[in-house]
Each structure stands twice: as structure tokens, then as C-alpha cells.
């Protein structure tokens, strides 16, 4: 059982960055592959980032590619998205995700656990 909580949204101006923290509760956190995805209203959730068990690997999205770094600290139960040069359509919430499945995924219902997600807003 994993408790995920989203802080470090907010508004910006493009151009701006924001660092998104997701805090984990328990004793397992380095069991589970950690995921960012985002949702826009009248939109699908979208897969942003994901980082494995042990931070050996990352995979990020075309779109966040060279803008937004994913990061994990395992002896804190914290993962973190670093986002830089946000545009406007980086508008969204953003939803942290954990996944103990040994396959890595970009499948928004293949993660177990969710955070509440947190407001992020880019301005133009």
C-alpha cells in the first residue's frame, strides 16, 4: 500500500520552471517505478515521465524531451519532475503514479497508486 501526494504547482509566465515533488508514504517506495502523467480539461491523461525502481532509468515524453528531468530520492520516498522552458500547453494537472510491475509502461491504468494531482498553470 503506497500514499502519493503531489506539491510544487503552480503559475507561471512561459518560459518559467516549477519543481513538482511527490511525496510516498511506507517502507516499499523502492519497489515501485515511479510515473508522471498530466491532464488537461476535456482531455485524456497523458504519460509525461517515468523513472525505475532504482533511478537507473528514465524515458520522458516527445514533448518533455530536453525541458523537464525526472528524478527520485529513494532514502526520502520523494520523486521529483523538474520542468524548465514550460509552455502554455504544459497547462495541466499533474498526477504522480507508482508501479510494481517489473515491465516498464507509459499505460496510465498499469500504475497501482495516484497521487491527487497538483495545478499547473503556464501563462503566455
Known amino acids: 500500500q503506497v500514499q502519493l501526494v503531489e506539491s510544487g504547482g503552480g503559475l507561471v509566465q512561459a518560459g518559467g520552471s516549477l519543481r513538482l515533488s511527490c511525496a510516498a508514504s511506507g517502507r516499499t517506495f523502492n519497489t515501485y517505478a515511479m510515473g508522471w502523467f498530466r491532464q488537461a480539461p476535456g482531455k485524456e491523461r497523458e504519460f509525461v515521465a517515468r523513472?525505475?525502481?532504482?533511478?537507473?532509468?528514465?524515458y520522458y515524453t516527445d514533448s518533455a524531451k530536453g525541458r523537464f528531468t525526472i528524478s527520485r530520492d529513494n532514502a526520502k520516498n520523494t520523486a521529483f519532475l523538474q520542468m524548465n522552458s514550460l509552455k502554455p500547453e504544459d497547462t495541466a494537472v499533474y498526477y504522480c503514479?507508482?508501479?510494481?510491475?517489473?515491465?516498464?509502461?507509459?499505460?496510465?491504468?498499469?500504475?497501482?497508486?495516484w497521487g491527487q494531482g497538483t495545478q499547473v498553470t503556464v501563462s503566455s
Open positions: 523513472i525505475s525502481r532504482s533511478g537507473r532509468s528514465t
Open positions: 503514479a507508482a508501479d510494481r510491475s517489473p515491465a516498464q509502461t507509459n499505460i496510465a491504468a498499469a500504475y497501482e497508486y
